[in-house]
């Protein structure tokens, strides 16, 4: 699979050449959208946190669509504060020949700027050139007749350096460089970190609370590792609506923070054949003692240490479960090591 940061679609509708007729996308749009997505290519920044799309939409066509596209991309692209490295622009030269029919030579030319339609129908050669101030970064040719010296070559690429900077000031009177951040509609990304548990409880059950923060804010929220998650937002109203829902939510059920080693008193609420449930602080869902950390001694059930549903009891706590979250308490570890059991093996008869 191959995978794309930056796209360019090339729309050419039959009406921009008075036409009728449902267009489609065929040889030529293909062609002239891959040259004028490899013109803008050169100048997007290295690296970025989005995924980059220009369309393209020609309404109008009297020349070269694919070169005006390079020139309306990048400002388009600088007017939505992507940090493009330099404005690229394009252009199109023509060239018109006579060629003796007796020697089959070259007798006159004449290169053509920013050709029209029918110079292209009628001329020699299409040749398309996208640059910056700094050099190339695209370059087309089509050539109709069997071949042309190399010097016209050479003074079609200096016409067109020539012609792309007088198009590259026009630009600039517009805009000369990016904004400094992206635009009030632009979309936002941010990463979240959180604790393994308070993921759990944002998600809610069955991703609930995700669901209900993309229906209503058009945040999505993808997980990037164990600890983070990745905020995605279509604007910056929107994150900071869902950042609000999301403080919301784990103030809403936001628990005391509890101190690893420290030894706390709780109230035992329920008991249960594997342990009994106890609850440390009010806003602390009960936490389940299991009976092997009841005591020094093997417990089968709490009944046995005349434990009971309301009786304080004293734990000391160790975190939580790396891998479930859960509280871990125990008791055993407060009691001394048990007294040993005596067997007197001699006996007098």
Same mark, same amino acid.
Do not use: W
């Given at each position: 699979?191959?995978e794309?940061?930056? !796209? ?8 921009a ?6 267009g ?12 004028? $997505?490899?013109?803008?290519k050169?100048i997007?920044p $290295? ?9 393209? $939409?020609?309404?109008e ?5 694919? !070169? ?5 991309g990048?400002?388009a ?18 060239l ?8 089959g ?9 920013d050709?029209?339609g029918?110079?292209d ?5 299409d040749?398309?050139?996208?640059a ?12 109709k007749?069997?071949g ?8 079609a ?8 900077k007088?198009i ?36 809610g059950?069955?991703?609930y609370?995700?669901k ?29 609506e869902?950042?609000? !829902?999301? $403080?919301?939510?784990?103030?809403k ?7 690893f ?6 109230k035992i609420v329920?008991?249960r054949?594997?342990g ?10 009960p ?10 001694r ?6 046995t240490l &005349?434990m009971?549903?309301g ?12 891998a479930t &979250?859960?509280?871990?308490i ?10 040993p059991?005596?067997r ?6």
């Open positions: 699979m191959k794309k940061n930056f !796209m360019l679609h090339y729309e050419f509708p039959p009406y050449t008075n036409e009728t007729g449902r489609g996308i065929g040889r030529r749009e293909l062609g002239h959208g891959a040259l004028a $997505e490899k013109g803008l050169a997007l $290295e690296e970025s946190e989005f995924t980059t799309r220009v369309t393209s $939409e020609v309404l066509s009297n020349g070269s669509s694919s !070169m005006a596209s390079v020139c309306g990048s400002l692209l600088m007017d939505a504060g992507v940090a493009v490295k330099e404005p690229a622009a394009g252009v199109a030269m023509g018109v020949t006579r060629i003796n029919p007796q020697s030579q070259l007798e006159k030319h004449k290169i053509l700027t050709l029209l029918i110079e129908y009628m001329g020699d050669m040749f398309k050139m996208a910056t101030a700094s050099g190339l970064t695209a370059i087309q040719a089509d050539i007749l069997p042309i010296p190399f010097f016209i070559v050479v003074k690429l200096e016409d067109g350096f020539a012609a792309t007088q590259l000031d026009i630009m600039a009177q517009t805009i000369a460089q990016p904004r400094k951040s992206l635009k009030p509609c632009g979309p936002v990304t941010e990463k979240l970190e959180l604790d393994h548990y308070k993921q759990m409880k944002l998600a059950i069955g991703g609370n995700l209900k923060i993309k229906s209503e804010t058009g945040v999505t929220m993808t997980r990037i590792d164990e600890k983070s998650f990745q905020v995605f937002a279509p604007n910056i109203e929107a994150m900071t869902a950042k609000e !829902m999301i $403080e919301n939510i784990l103030e059920e936001k628990e005391p923070d509890l101190e080693g420290a030894i706390y008193t709780g329920e008991i054949d594997t009994v449930m106890v609850e440390l602080h009010p806003k602390l869902k936490i389940l003692l299991h009976n092997t950390q009841l005591d020094q093997k417990v089968s059930h709490a009944s &005349g009971d549903v009786h304080e009891i004293t734990v000391k706590y160790f975190g939580r479960d790396p &979250g859960t509280h871990r125990s008791r055993k570890v407060l009691q001394g090591p048990p007294l059991f005596i007197n093996l001699t006996s007098t008869i």
